[in-house]
């Protein structure tokens, strides 16, 4: 039983770590829609602010769904937001006008980047192997694992803890060791 439980685990740790990026990310665009509101205005999409709290409101409730009960309509569901956002992100990123922030992150300055579309695409991944086995829900997977699953949700925290740094802090940590032109 601990080995099912376990095996079950190893899908819906990173599962469950994109799904809680999608509830940070819900949560910083309703708190701080305007650059969420940039980018939808850059792609012509009316609405501004309203239209940048309605996508952080569905961000965070098909999070909560992911992670209330991580079916496979659930993981289809996560794997179509993730592939959107990395078209999103790699049109950003192709533009000749870049944007101060791709919106990710609400008030956090996050420039469009490559690494944006690498850690959708990544998640996208991750929600697509969920969508052929669907993670068991936490309701029944942590009382099967050690100490009542508190070292699994730590783990699905600092993943997501970890996900929200690498698209805060990557980009500009990496753009600092270009060589410099002139």
Known sequence: MLADALHGSAGAGPFLAAAGLLLVSGIAKLRRPDAAADVLASFRVPGGRHAARAVGAAELGLAAWAIAAPDRAAAVAVCAAYALFAVVAAALVARTVPLASCGCLGETRTP????????????????????????????????????????FVLGVLAATWLAVAVLAHLPQALAAYRPQRG
Do not use: Y
């Open 112 to 151: 469009p980047s490559v690494v944006h579309v690498l850690l959708n695409v990544a998640c996208a991944g991750v929600a697509a192997v969920a969508v052929a086995a669907p993670p068991p829900a936490l309701d029944e997977l942590l009382p099967s694992l050690p100490l009542g699953g508190a070292p």
